[in-house]
Structure formats: structure tokens, C-alpha cells
């Protein structure tokens, strides 16, 4: 605010005016800035007047400055502080970027240069089935800690292969059929930052992966021990030349390319029990389920279920169980694994 005096203009006259500053003494100094020729001060209580009129506006002045000291305000588009406050102040009155204690503030700015700083993508599920499709998206941190997020489409996403089928400029991504559940990377491109997440493929489909599918033994099985497409993997096949198959050899828990992981039924009397037959078998397999069968000959009538047996003895390798009817004259018995 700039004070102004009151004065009236008339004709010149020869009189003088003088300044508003004293030093102490009786005579006064010439001011800085003189009235002009044409105003003249009529009395020296107007002329008093005018000076406290002048200092109250310049305390008022002073007072609306140091009221704003803490957001002080720099025009210029340079760098301003205070004891709380700091401001980098475009030019043009544009409010620019100003901060204080965790609050950041960032207006009208014309144009603002940032920098992806940081990277991430996600799929969206995280876990799919086979055949099943994720929507991919990103997350981009900037160099000054804001964030933007991005759709499929905003990031350019590298060749996928297994466990995926594919993946298109709209980061949809399609899995294929797997042989066991895996999880996969996939990588995004967005401004100068690669970067890569994992998307799992849940083996739904147990029994359709390549050449091993619908031979009704799990695929996951058939590659942990034979590798991709091994036509000795097949359900019927015996490398180990045991007499006992794949299929076999799956149900009952064994390593089919083990010559010495085979499953052994042994039959014994009970010493002083000549109405009892002892059954052991090997190896007890974790989560199978095992049922003693019999039957009186093997011509006609088919296996049943036997009941008379006793509890079985285990030394978690190998069971034992006790036929505790053996009257028959021929009795022929079998062992039913059940594995789901």
C-alpha cells in the first residue's frame, strides 16, 4: 500500500515545503521525495496530520508483512523459505510447488518434467486355471513420489511361454494346459523401466497335458519321472521289467524306473495256529487305502472282501494282517490299493 498526502493544488506561491523527518534538532532535513511544485501545505497541523496519517500506514505496512514472513511469496520463480515454510515460486503468480511438514502441495504449474522412477505389474487373478485368462496392469512411481497407474494397454509386454499361451497389446493373458501347477513370469515395459511379476497356473486338468492326456495317470506323475513326451511314461509300460506296469506302480506308491521299487505279498502260517494265515505286505504308501481279498478257487466266483481278519501291524513300511479263518482247504487271496 502506498500512503498518499492530502493536499489542495493552486496557483504557485513561494512557499516551501519541507520534509517529515527530524533529528533532534530545530531544523528540518529535505525528504527523499518533495511534493510537487503545485501542492502546498496550508497549516502545520495539516502538514502533522499527514505525517501521523503516513506512519500508521507505514506500521500497518509492516505489520501485513510480517504477518506473511512464514508463506512468504516470491514472484520471481525463485526459491523462498522460512522457519516452517518452503516455496519454489513460478513466474506469472502460478503457485508453483510448495511443502510444509508432511503435506506437499503441487498447482498450476504450465508443465512439470518427472521421471519413472519405479515399476510394478500385477495380474489380476494372480491364480487361474488352465485355459483361464488374467488382466494385466501396472503401477508407475515417479521421481517425485507421485504415482500413475496403468492399464494393459499403457505397457508394452514381452513373448510369453509356458505356463501362458499368450498375452495381447491389452496385457490379457491366456495359460495354457500345464502338467503341474507352476507359476510364471510375465515381463512389462512402460518409459525406460522393465520389470517382471508371477502369475500362477493351477493344474485343474490333471490328466490333459501333450501326449500324456486322458491315459489316466496324473501328468504330473508321468513327468516327474519320464520328462516331457517320453513314450515310456505311457500307462502300460514296465522299463524296469518288475512284471508290474505304470498304472501299477502309480497306485502303489513305487518309483517306476527303480528295478528295486516293487510291491511284494508274502503269505505265511501262524506257527501253532493252524486255522490262521499270516498276509504281509511292503511298501505302505502314505494317503492309499488297502483291502485283504479272497477267494476259494479260481475258476468260478469272483474276489470278496475279507472279513475275518485282525487288526493290522504296521512298522510304517510294512503291514501285516492275520486271516483269522483260514478253514478253507484252497484259499487264494489278493490286496485291493485304492488311491484316489
Same mark, same amino acid.
Given at each position: 500500500?502506498?500512503?498518499?498526502?492530502?493536499h489542495?493544488?493552486?496557483?504557485?506561491?513561494?512557499?516551501r515545503?519541507?520534509?517529515?523527518?527530524?533529528?533532534? !534538532?530545530?531544523?528540518?532535513?529535505?525528504?527523499?521525495?518533495?511534493?510537487?511544485?503545485?501542492?502546498?501545505?496550508?497549516?502545520?497541523?495539516?502538514?502533522?496530520?499527514?505525517?501521523?496519517?503516513?506512519?500508521?500506514?507505514?506500521?500497518?505496512?509492516?505489520?501485513?508483512?510480517?504477518?506473511?514472513?512464514?508463506?512468504?511469496?516470491?514472484?520471481?520463480?525463485?526459491?523462498?523459505?522460512?522457519?516452517? #515454510?518452503?516455496?519454489?515460486?513460478?513466474?506469472?503468480?502460478?503457485?508453483? /510447488?510448495s511443502?510444509? @511438514?508432511?503435506?506437499?502441495?503441487r498447482? @498450476?504449474?504450465?508443465?512439470?518434467?518427472?521421471?519413472?522412477?519405479?515399476?510394478?505389474?500385477?495380474?489380476?487373478?494372480?491364480?487361474?486355471?488352465?485355459?483361464?485368462?488374467?488382466?494385466?496392469?501396472?503401477?508407475?512411481?515417479?521421481?517425485?513420489?507421485?504415482?500413475?497407474?496403468?492399464?494393459?494397454?499403457?505397457?508394452?509386454? !514381452?513373448?510369453?511361454?509356458?505356463?501362458?499361451? !499368450?498375452?495381447?497389446?491389452?496385457?490379457?493373458?491366456?495359460?495354457?494346459?500345464?502338467?503341474?501347477?507352476?507359476?510364471?513370469?510375465?515381463?512389462g515395459?512402460?518409459?525406460?523401466?522393465?520389470?517382471?511379476? #508371477?502369475?500362477?497356473?493351477?493344474?485343474?486338468?490333471?490328466?490333459?497335458?501333450?501326449? #500324456?492326456?486322458?491315459?489316466?495317470?496324473?501328468?504330473?506323475?508321468? /513327468?516327474a519321472?519320464?520328462?516331457?513326451?517320453?513314450?515310456?511314461?505311457?500307462?502300460?509300460?514296465?522299463?524296469?521289467?518288475?512284471?508290474?506296469?505304470?498304472?501299477?506302480? &502309480?497306485?502303489?506308491?513305487?518309483?517306476?524306473?527303480?528295478?528295486?521299487?516293487?510291491?511284494?505279498?508274502?503269505?505265511?502260517?501262524?506257527?501253532?495256529?493252524?486255522?490262521?494265515?499270516?498276509?504281509t505286505?511292503?511298501?505302505?504308501?502314505?494317503?492309499?487305502? #488297502?483291502?485283504?481279498? &479272497?477267494?476259494?478257487?479260481?475258476?468260478?466266483?469272483?474276489?470278496?472282501?475279507?472279513?475275518?481278519?485282525?487288526?493290522?501291524?504296521?512298522?510304517?513300511?510294512?503291514?501285516?494282517?492275520?486271516d483269522?479263518?483260514?478253514?478253507?482247504?484252497?484259499?487264494? &487271496?489278493?490286496?485291493?490299493?485304492?488311491?484316489?
Amino acid at each position: 500500500m502506498i500512503p498518499h498526502l492530502v493536499h489542495e493544488s493552486s496557483p504557485p506561491q513561494h512557499c516551501r515545503t519541507r520534509a517529515q523527518i527530524h533529528d533532534g !534538532s530545530d531544523d528540518f532535513r529535505p525528504a527523499a521525495s518533495a511534493l510537487s511544485a503545485t501542492e502546498t501545505v496550508r497549516q502545520p497541523g495539516q502538514f502533522f496530520s499527514a505525517v501521523l496519517t503516513l506512519l500508521i500506514l507505514m506500521l500497518h505496512t509492516l505489520t501485513s508483512s510480517a504477518a506473511s514472513s512464514a508463506t512468504t511469496l516470491d514472484g520471481g520463480g525463485q526459491h523462498a523459505t522460512s522457519a516452517s #515454510y518452503s516455496m519454489d515460486g513460478s513466474l506469472g503468480g502460478i503457485a508453483g /510447488f510448495s511443502s510444509t @511438514g508432511a503435506t506437499t502441495n503441487r498447482q @498450476g504449474y504450465i508443465g512439470q518434467l518427472t521421471e519413472v522412477a519405479s515399476l510394478s505389474v500385477t495380474g489380476t487373478p494372480a491364480f487361474l486355471n488352465e485355459g483361464a485368462t488374467s488382466q494385466l496392469a501396472g503401477l508407475a512411481t515417479l521421481d517425485d513420489m507421485t504415482v500413475t497407474m496403468l492399464s494393459g494397454s499403457d505397457i508394452i509386454w !514381452s513373448a510369453v511361454s509356458y505356463p501362458f499361451a !499368450s498375452v495381447d497389446s491389452n496385457g490379457v493373458l491366456t495359460a495354457t494346459n500345464v502338467y503341474a501347477t507352476v507359476a510364471g513370469p510375465v515381463s512389462g515395459f512402460y518409459s525406460g523401466r522393465l520389470t517382471n511379476t #508371477y502369475v500362477q497356473v493351477i493344474d485343474n486338468q490333471p490328466d490333459n497335458f501333450g501326449s #500324456y492326456a486322458g491315459d489316466q495317470l496324473p501328468d504330473s506323475w508321468q /513327468f516327474a519321472f519320464f520328462g516331457l513326451e517320453n513314450p515310456n511314461a505311457g500307462p502300460g509300460m514296465d522299463v524296469t521289467g518288475t512284471g508290474q506296469n505304470n498304472r501299477f506302480k &502309480y497306485v502303489a506308491g513305487l518309483d517306476p524306473t527303480n528295478a528295486a521299487s516293487v510291491f511284494v505279498l508274502k503269505i505265511a502260517s501262524v506257527a501253532g495256529q493252524p486255522n490262521q494265515t499270516k498276509l504281509t505286505f511292503s511298501p505302505w504308501a502314505s494317503g492309499r487305502a #488297502y483291502a485283504v481279498e &479272497y477267494r476259494t478257487n479260481l475258476v468260478t466266483g469272483g474276489f470278496t472282501n475279507l472279513t475275518t481278519v485282525s487288526s493290522p501291524i504296521t512298522n510304517s513300511t510294512e503291514v501285516s494282517v492275520t486271516d483269522l479263518s483260514a478253514t478253507e482247504k484252497n484259499k487264494f &487271496y489278493r490286496l485291493q490299493i485304492t488311491y484316489p
